[in-house]
């Protein structure tokens, strides 16, 4: 059974830095590509970030480039999220998902997916 576990958010105050974790079993990690995703309050669930299976690239939204860093551990099997200068627009519940390709996953299409981090950022 596949199992996709985000951890690490939590409330931060404007322009702080937060950073996720995404633990991920019963799948062959290294065949997957991984990615970040959000959902604010009352808005449909948005592609943040996606790295490919060996970690060698990496895509972003184009409104979180430069702020937000994906990477990969395959000997953990785990993937992060970097977050620095957060703003209050950045609040939302945090996914992680695993997808066939960078492709599937920026268009929305991931295989499995966890159950979500809370990201609060005050003002």
């Known amino acids: 059974q596949v199992h996709i576990i985000e951890s690490g958010g939590g409330l931060v105050q404007a322009g702080g830095s937060l950073r996720l974790s995404c633990a991920a079993s019963?799948?062959?990690?290294?065949?997957?590509?991984m990615g970040w995703f959000r959902q604010a309050p009352g808005k449909e669930r948005e592609f943040a970030a996606v790295?490919?299976?060996?970690?060698?690239?990496?895509y972003y939204s184009d409104s979180l480039k430069g702020r937000f860093t994906i990477s990969r551990d395959n000997a953990k099997n785990t993937v992060s999220l970097q977050m620095t200068s957060l703003k209050p627009e950045d609040t939302a519940v945090y996914y992680c998902?695993?997808?066939?390709?960078?492709?599937?996953?920026?268009?929305?299409?991931?295989?499995?997916w966890g159950q979500g981090t809370q990201v609060t950022v005050s003002a």
């Open positions: 790295t490919s299976w060996h970690g060698l690239n990496t």
């Open positions: 998902a695993a997808g066939l390709s960078p492709g599937a996953l920026v268009e929305g299409d991931g295989a499995y």
């Open positions: 019963g799948l062959t990690f290294t065949t997957y590509a």
